[in-house]
T-cell receptor, first 115, second 112 residues
Framework: EAQVTQNPRYLITVTGKKLTVTCSQN?????MSWYRQDPGLGLRQIYY???????DKGDVPEGYKVSRKEKRNFPLILESPSPNQTSLYFC??????????????FGPGTRLTVL | AQSVTQPDIHITVSEGASLELRCNYS??????LFWYVQSPGQGLQLLLK??????LVQGIKGFEAEFKRSQSSFNLRKPSVHWSDAAEYFC??????????FGSGTQLTVLP
């Protein structure tokens, strides 16, 4: 079954404690991205990756890092989380970039709370 | 810059009633347009998309949307809503910057 998986699904942490949210896709997609969803703001792109070792900033990259060492995985790293990063996070993948006609396939989301 | 507006934050309809969710975009040429649905606790799923051709687009789950260039709109419709349609709906657009931009979403409640 084609899918995008994220772990963990729920995470409560404290300010400054480094964390990683994993994302994996089994569709051999080249393009992957991370979004955050906040009430009244829709989804905003954090980072994206066009392929292995190729990553770039989205609209709201501050406070986040990513890496793409393998095609299937695209982890999101918060080195020093702050309360304003409390949000619902989605990973997505597609064969071509999100600015194309391709469908984005989304993971189930990770709800992060930073105390 | 491209933008997309969903004017209705929350809509409530009765089961079996018709539904129309509004979406307006700002972009000079013809954008790529999408509707996604987010069921509770789930990720987003594509309902339908438009990028050229027939302006009336059929999607999954009985949804359709019509692209109206003169009104810069891409409204989502369904003739008869089912309780399982309760979810949040997002309109998204790709414009000149070739960047996918989402609207703020419309929460749909379905009354029995």
């Amino acid at each position: 079954e084609a899918q995008v998986t994220q772990n963990p699904r729920y995470l409560i942490t404290v300010t400054g404690k480094k964390l990683t949210v994993t994302c994996s896709q089994n569709m051999n997609h080249e393009y992957m991205s991370w979004y955050r969803q906040d009430p009244g703001l829709g989804l905003r792109q954090i980072y994206y990756s066009m392929n292995v070792e190729v990553t770039d900033k989205g609209d709201v990259p501050e406070g986040y890092k990513v890496s793409r060492k393998e095609k299937r995985n695209f982890p999101l790293i918060l080195e020093s989380p702050s309360p304003n990063q409390t949000s619902l996070y989605f990973c997505a993948s597609s064969a071509r970039p999100s600015g194309s006609t391709d469908t984005q396939y989304f993971g189930p989301g990770t709800r992060l709370t930073v105390l | 810059a491209q933008s997309v507006t969903q004017p209705d934050i929350h809509i409530t309809v009765s089961e079996g009633a018709s539904l129309e969710l509004r979406c307006n975009y700002s972009y000079g040429a013809t954008p790529y347009l999408f509707w996604y649905v987010q069921s509770p606790g789930q990720g987003l799923q594509l309902l339908l998309k438009y990028f050229s051709g027939d302006t009336l687009v059929q999607g999954i789950k009985g949804f359709e949307a019509e692209f109206k260039r003169s009104q810069s709109s891409f409204n989502l419709r369904k003739p008869s809503v089912h309780w399982s349609d309760a979810a949040e709906y997002f309109c998204a657009v790709v414009g000149a910057a070739r960047q996918l931009t989402f609207g703020s979403g419309t929460q749909l409640t379905v009354l029995p």
